[in-house]
């Protein structure tokens, strides 16, 4: 079952036209949060937006800190899937993150969290990752991961099935 959203023609952050070979998914929630357990009735979510399809930040009691960031996987012929995840970070990287987010310093922000969405083709929940900005008008990417799978998936060109990856070209 897909638990992103299907935002084939608008860009779901900002709603630009886009490219058919430019598909981006975003995940609504971190993955832990969709399990059972005492944050479901919390009241004290916190997100930096009305909700969590359009926040870039969120702190859950008793599950944690999370940073959205943008995983970009290269497909075959020239196409580009992009996840919007959700990333596990410190508490206190969550508080640095948004202290710089509308400055200058944004541009050099680096952090280092876990992937808190699963990927296809096997990619899991917790796979360290690090996040750095390569544009300041966009969210963090998904840079390096000392994850195997991960760091294919995010150096590799894959071959897609149902737009998915499934498997490194070559």
Known sequence: MRLWSRGRR???CCG????VADRHERFTLPDPALEPGPWHDAEDWW???GDARTSVFMQVPGLGSFVRALLPVQLG???KLTFGVWIGVTPDDLKRASEVWWEPE???LVIDGRLA???PPDIEVGAPVRLVVRDPEHTPYCDSSTDPRLQS???STWAAVDG????PVG
């Open 77 to 79: 012929r020239s196409h």
């Open 106 to 108: 944004y541009a050099e």
């Open 16 to 19: 630009a036209a886009l490219h």
């Open 10 to 12: 608008r860009c779901p």
């Open 153 to 155: 998936l995010l150096t």
């Open 47 to 49: 997100m930096n937006d």
């Open 117 to 119: 969405n699963a990927l």
């Open 164 to 167: 998915d990856p499934v498997r």
